[in-house]
């Protein structure tokens, strides 16, 4: 029903920014809740921010929390993923996902999106 493709990702230093971009096809992106999400080598994929679908409330992951975020263009079927004051524990593949009408009454977890981008590596040097 949706096809993520995201982009954006790259080399930084510790204390730069860099911005996600995640394009969704189809006609419906607003009715889509879109999140980021992060694997870490070795680790499990970790929710990082999230839009509910009618992009009224926002959710951030208490290690990003201040320094990243979320924000979508509904005219573009684009979210992006604003990252400041990068550290190198924010190195992953960060991936985009959304899910139609979905809302959330706490943290989102992956359980709660159904569709997927192929990820974007991210690198954070010391």
């Known amino acids: 029903q949706v096809q993520l493709v995201e982009s954006g990702g790259g080399l930084v230093q510790a204390r730069g920014s860099l911005r996600l971009s995640c394009v969704a096809s189809?006609?419906?992106?607003?009715?889509?809740?879109m999140g980021w999400f992060r694997r870490a080598p070795g680790k499990e994929r970790e929710f990082v921010a999230a839009?509910?679908?009618?992009?009224?409330?926002?959710y951030y992951a208490d290690s990003v929390k201040g320094r990243f975020t979320i924000s979508r263009d509904n005219a573009k079927n684009t979210v992006y993923l604003q990252m400041n004051s990068l550290k190198p524990e924010d190195t992953a593949v960060y991936y985009c996902?959304?899910?139609?009408?979905?809302?959330?009454?706490?943290?989102?977890?992956?359980?709660?999106?159904?569709?997927w981008g192929q990820g974007t590596q991210v690198t954070v040097s010391s």
């Open positions: 996902a959304a899910v139609r009408f979905g809302s959330f009454g706490s943290t989102p977890t992956t359980a709660d999106f159904r569709f």
């Open positions: 839009f509910n679908w009618s992009g009224t409330s926002a």
């Open positions: 189809g006609r419906t992106f607003s009715n889509y809740a």
